[in-house]
T-cell receptor, first 111, second 116 residues
Framework: QKEVEQNSGPLSVPEGAIASLNCTYS??????FFWYRQYSGKSPELIMF????GDKEDGRFTAQLNKASQYVSLLIRDSQPSDSATYLC???????????FGPGTRLSVLP | GAGVSQSPSNKVTEKGKDVELRCDPI?????LYWYRQSLGQGLEFLIY????????KSGLPSDRFSAERTGGSVSTLTIQRTQQEDSAVYLC??????????????FGPGTRLTVL
């Protein structure tokens, strides 16, 4: 069974610090990985996707992928209170077409 | 429309009644997904449609749940004989053809279902 694991948190970081969110996946066939942010009472919205080993940066966000270790992470630099939300990791293969979501990590950025 | 729309936004029903939830995906998106999210929980996959292929129903929790997608566009999720444990937010998402694995999902605003 394909699974995506995340620490449920809450992860608390002070404003301005780096928040590190981690995700592991069980299916070696997974090729694409997505980070979604979900504010309380709202729908998930995409932050980044990554499909190549290494780092991918977009503004304050950096996604990291290590397929050998089946590990994906999201770094948020200069964390702001507005980053406080639940972060969902999802994996997808190129053939199964379906997304497998992790349970999410709740991040709290303290002012 | 510009995004995925869902209706109704809120639905309160009595135990034992049937409900229908509607999802209108982004135009041109051939893949459509239904998820359920209970309070404080993650996304629970329910069903997935891709073009004209047979849907992936592996996540439906019981035979009281069914879904259809007419004309490859609008989808309806039906819950028969609702139970209190069906209370949750039902999210719909769509994405472009799955030919490319990095096509992201776009989520609708959800329908909050409350079964009394």
């Amino acid at each position: 069974q394909k699974e995506v694991e995340q620490n449920s948190g809450p992860l608390s970081v002070p404003e301005g610090a780096i928040a590190s969110l981690n995700c592991t996946y069980s299916d070696r066939g997974s090729q694409s990985f997505f980070w979604y942010r979900q504010y309380s009472g709202k729908s998930p919205e995409l932050i980044m996707f990554i499909y190549s080993n290494g780092d991918k940066e977009d503004g304050r966000f950096t996604a990291q992928l290590n397929k050998a270790s089946q590990y994906v992470s999201l770094l948020i630099r200069d964390s702001q209170p507005s980053d406080s939300a639940t972060y969902l990791c999802a994996a997808r293969d190129n053939y199964g077409q379906n997304f497998v979501f992790g349970p999410g990590t709740r991040l709290s950025v303290l002012p | 429309g510009a995004g995925v729309s869902q209706s109704p936004s809120n639905k309160v029903t009595e135990k034992g009644k049937d409900v229908e939830l509607r999802c209108d995906p982004i135009s041109g998106h051939t893949a459509l997904y239904w998820y359920r999210q209970s309070l404080g929980q993650g996304l629970e996959f329910l069903i997935y449609f891709q073009g004209n292929s047979a849907p992936d129903k592996s996540g439906l929790p019981s035979d009281r749940f069914s879904a259809e997608r007419t004309g490859g566009s609008v989808s309806t999720l039906t819950i028969q004989r609702t139970q209190q444990e069906d209370s949750a937010v039902y999210l719909c998402a769509s994405s472009l053809s799955a030919g490319l694995g990095y096509n992201e999902q776009f989520f609708g605003p959800g329908t909050r279902l409350t079964v009394l």
